[in-house]
């Protein structure tokens, strides 16, 4: 194992090669040097007859990982020109692809805090697995941002409309609700972790996983399926907003007054991208989508105040530009979906 002052730690024990994020003071916020880490990582066990599963985990009590550091994108376009930003998304996302298409068992230990940039280095795994600590969320119109890392793609196939709600709320979800979205396969206990972990050293994943496998505590998604589904088939933001507040379940009006409080450019533009993501079919295709809508976004007043109000100065009190839903144009959004010319990520591309 490498020094404990790396961001990403590696090391193999058996069959099984461990990445563990190790920057648990930011609770295992991704940069670039660790998805360079992890990229070159995977390209050397792949080759590698010895390593016959690879294993995710965060450092620390408090999560896997917690996303993307946003506050060095918030840092790059403010003092910069974004630059840096789209570089490390565009590696990000190439890794993003990779997870999905890893030719060894890709077994993600989802325990704690999942969010964002987390989200895509687990829920892209062949083997996802989450505890009864598990909280999982795509947050990121709370920042002003979309839903990026494949979450579109993800969130786009959960049945009904339970992925809209998630993306244009940023809702956290338990282990269940991961399941029954389509973001996790497997329930085990925390306390059981570090045996099962233990057991990947010399077990087949099949094995270990049925030694340790438990059904999930229940989740709050199923039960709430007649609201989400009726409320979230609306035409736009707008119509949604006034089905929710008009519905009369109090779940469906406090996810009203959330969406009311996020960024509306952002609200517009991910419900766009959801549903094109839909149609787009392979996660590749909807990254190359999301590249263009993330490097849209750096020329945006509501990324930067986005993430100064959440993360920098945390007042929770974020001024958006436009300030409502109806100052938000059909032309405003489609500017995020423009051809990057040379700039373009290329994955879906033949």
Known sequence: MTGNGEPVLLHTVGRAAHIVLNRPKALNALNHEMVRRIDAALTAWERDPAVGTV????????????????????????????????????????????????????????????????????????????????????????????????GTHLLGRAPGELGTHLALTGAQIGAADALLCGLADHHLPSASLPRFVADLADLPVPEALRRHAQPPPAGELAGQREWIDACYTAGTVEETVQRLLSHGDPAAKEAAETLLGR????????????????????????LDQEYRISCAALATADLVEGVRAQLVDKDRAPRWSPATLAEVTDADVERFFAPLGERELGLGTP
């Open 55 to 150: 294993v995710l985990t965060g450092a620390g009590e408090r999560g896997l990982c917690a996303g993307g550091d946003m506050r060095a994108v918030h840092d790059d376009v403010r003092d910069g020109d974004g630059t840096a930003s789209a570089a490390f998304w565009r590696d990000e996302y190439r890794l993003n692809a990779r997870i999905a298409r890893y030719p060894k068992p890709y077994v993600a230990v989802m325990d704690g805090i999942v969010m964002g940039g987390g989200v895509g280095l687990s829920a892209h795994g062949g083997v996802r697995v989450v505890t009864e600590r598990s909280r999982i969320a795509m947050p990121e119109t709370g920042i002003g941002f979309v839903p990026d890392v494949g």
């Open 263 to 286: 960024s509306p450019t952002a609200l517009k533009v991910t419900l766009t991208a959801l549903r094109r993501a839909r149609r787009l079919g392979t996660l590749e295709a909807v």
